[in-house]
């Protein structure tokens, strides 16, 4: 069958939702059709417009049967942003199928019989960390979120899902970005709302030059921005303009969250994390215990957990290791926080040092954490709790967990990523014994 803009259109059956929220149906040689925007049940004109892996990716021309769960979408940028997919179907609908997402996860994994909590969900207007693609031309700023599976960038006017003090800035740094020297076509800028104000990281082409440098700072003054950073090339970040401090208020410690410091996306999304993080720990769980976190960040689970223990932290950013450690100065936690600048993925802990240990959380990056996993699997240690943004990978991971005679405890589904195919979890594991105490013959 022909595939490309002006291949011909065929009638097609949508069987269900991927991974990336796509309708799928198929083509008549039996390979995959992904058809974004489009609904289980409905009844579709399709034209198949490109391949992707073993797959087709096509466009749903017209929709000849909607489902009933279909909704307006109440973004006029949708269909266009790439940022939220879904908002053509209906709340419920999408609570349910990540709620099943986590379980056919988990099921993948070793645990068919998977029990999963209700989903808990963020409301609109509540993100409060966005990296908006930034593109100069013509003498113009675009600024906003990337089409789907192309380059080009849409202009963002408003977003329901964003923080309203991320968007009301929207437009003084579209007027801003043009003047900027250190800007020759395409950038980048990461908004984080702390509680101290909004808080800019801009990755530009070049060095700033002395007039941007003012110009950061006239802005950051007449917007009342504590600070504006921006990313040299090599990863390093300087900052532009400081006008006051910083702070992120993390279970009652205030930490200097460094320039696109890496947050929960939302505040609703971070409490539902720690309530399952905490009502993940052993009941029998000693304030002379040891609880070691991974991937850490700087702090957002660790201030939660050194109420109840000691807790050794290990993190790869080295910003993020700084922030952590000042906040837990600020509020004299130094003898049950030990943070720990260590590059997981590179140097993942090793089996023997997790003796001794009560409990293990991580919080990996989307990738997961399989190296450092297996290493888990292979200690003492007999509970382990894992934040996932990532089924896939929590299924991987999930599953060495299970090989190495873990169940599966609990498992809450929480979505602060509103109309998108993404799903933050928490979920618990439990061995009875260690290996080695399992593996001895009975006497």
């Known amino acids: 069958m022909t595939i490309g803009p002006d291949a011909p259109t065929f009638t097609a059956r949508i069987q269900g ?3 990336d929220g796509d309708g799928l149906s198929r083509m008549a040689d039996g390979r995959p059709l992904f058809l974004p925007f489009t609904l289980p049940g409905e009844s579709v004109e399709a034209r198949p417009v490109l391949r992707r892996g073993q797959g087709v990716v096509g466009i749903a021309e017209t929709i000849l049967e909607p489902s009933p769960e279909r909704a ?10 790439g940022g939220c997919t879904l908002q053509h179907w209906q709340d419920e609908a999408i609570a349910q199928w990540k709620t099943g997402a986590l379980a056919y996860a988990l099921k993948q994994a070793g645990y068919p019989d998977a029990v999963v909590d209700p989903i ?3 409301a609109p207007g509540n993100r409060r960390r966005v990296d908006l693609a930034i593109r100069k031309q013509a003498g113009i700023a675009i600024i906003g979120f990337h089409q789907v599976r192309t380059d080009n960038i849409v202009q963002i006017e408003t977003c329901i899902v964003a923080d309203p003090a991320i968007v009301a800035i929207l437009p003084a740094l579209r007027h801003l970005v043009p003047r900027l020297q250190a800007i020759h076509r395409d950038a980048s800028c990461i908004i ?5 104000g909004l808080d800019l990281l801009l990755r530009v082409d070049a060095d700033l030059t002395a007039n941007d440098r003012r110009l950061l700072a006239a802005f950051a003054a007449e917007h009342d921005i504590p600070r504006i950073a921006w990313a040299l090339k090599d990863g390093t970040i300087e900052i532009a303009a400081q006008l ?4 992120m208020m993390l279970t009652g410690a205030p930490v200097p969250v460094a320039p696109g410091g890496f947050l929960q996306a939302t505040p609703d999304g971070e409490a539902a994390v720690i309530a399952a993080v905490l009502a993940g720990l052993p009941e029998k769980l000693k304030a002379k215990d040891r609880i070691i976190e991974l991937h ?29 450690q000042k906040g837990s100065a ?35 990056p989307f990738g997961g954490a399989l ?8 200690s003492t240690v007999t509970r382990v709790i894992y934040v996932s943004c990532n089924p896939q990978a929590l299924t991987r991971d999930a599953a060495v967990l299970q090989r190495a005679g873990f169940a599966l405890a609990s498992a809450v589904p929480i979505d602060q990523f509103l109309w998108t195919s993404r799903l933050e979890s928490v979920t618990v594991y439990t061995r009875a014994a260690p290996p080695r105490a399992r593996a001895r013959p009975p006497r």
Do not use: W
């Not at 984080?192 to 101290?196: K, P, V």
């Open 17 to 19: 939702i991927g991974a």
């Open 72 to 81: 307006d979408p109440p973004c006029p940028h949708f269909g266009t942003c």
């Open 120 to 122: 808990r969900t963020t």
């Open 192 to 196: 984080n709302a702390l509680d101290s």
């Open 244 to 247: 006051s401090p910083v702070r």
């Open 296 to 324: 850490a960040g700087c702090g957002t689970l660790t201030f939660a957990l050194a109420q109840r223990a000691r807790v050794i932290a290990y993190e790869g950013d080295g910003y993020a290791v700084t922030a952590l």
């Open 330 to 364: 600020e509020v004299g936690l130094h003898g049950p926080i030990m943070a720990h600048k260590r590059d997981l993925m590179r140097q993942p802990l090793l089996t023997n040092e997790f003796k001794d240990t009560a409990v293990v959380v991580l919080d990996p």
């Open 371 to 378: 190296p450092q996993i297996e290493a888990i699997g292979a």
